[in-house]
């Protein structure tokens, strides 16, 4: 997924800076643009799906490589 509009890098923190952080950011994107959280948290699978249904933006890819997490989110 190259679209990407913002990358974040929450490597080596723990739940719930990832989603903290993600939040600021998406709070600053414009409705549709895409943001993608790399995480190393396990805990941030399921996290970023609560946070997606929490909030109305779309949880639209998670994927794993290795020990990294990516959570694309679109912005409501």
Do not use: W, Y
Not at 47 to 65: I, P
């Amino acid at each position: 997924m190259s679209d990407v509009n913002r990358e974040l890098d929450t490597r080596g923190l723990n739940c719930p800076l990832p989603i903290l952080k993600a939040k600021k950011a998406l709070a600053e994107m414009v409705s549709g643009e895409l943001l993608r959280v790399v995480s190393t948290d396990a805990g941030s699978v399921r996290d970023f799906q609560a946070f997606a249904r929490q909030t109305g933006n779309e949880l639209v890819e998670q994927t794993t490589a290795g020990a990294d997490f990516m959570h694309v989110l679109k912005r409501r």
